[in-house]
């Protein structure tokens, strides 16, 4: 699975953005696809993650109530819809996939955004 993420930007605390991942290559039936992140200095972060074929959802606890990880079939795109973005959301975001019994093993070149105080 090619993956190719975009939407950053620079946005104020308080405001929303939404995430976009494009995937392509092999069918995403078998596929978990998932959010990470990179602050600066900090390890990468599991962010959310959506099971291509069933829906389930996960959410890392310090995003669980402002974000939001869907998809859509069609485009075979995933996104993230982030709301009320505080200054350390501020990272480099990751799209990847694995398989069900997999590791993260498929991930995209990331997108960047800054969030302002």
């Known amino acids: 699975v090619q993956l190719q993420a975009s939407g950053g930007g620079l946005v104020q605390a308080g405001g929303s953005l939404r995430l976009s991942c494009q995937a392509s290559?092999?069918?995403?039936?078998?596929?978990?696809m998932g959010w990470f992140r990179q602050a600066p200095g900090e390890e990468r972060e599991f962010v959310a993650s959506f099971t291509w074929s069933r829906g389930d959802v996960e959410y890392a606890d310090s995003v669980k109530d402002r974000f939001a990880i869907s998809r859509d079939i069609r485009a075979k795109t995933l996104y993230l819809q982030m709301n009320n973005l505080q200054p350390e959301d501020t990272a480099i975001y990751y799209c990847a996939s694995k398989t069900y019994r997999g590791t993260w093993d498929s991930w995209g070149q990331g997108t960047q955004f800054t969030v302002s105080s």
């Open positions: 290559g092999r069918a995403l039936g078998p596929y978990i």
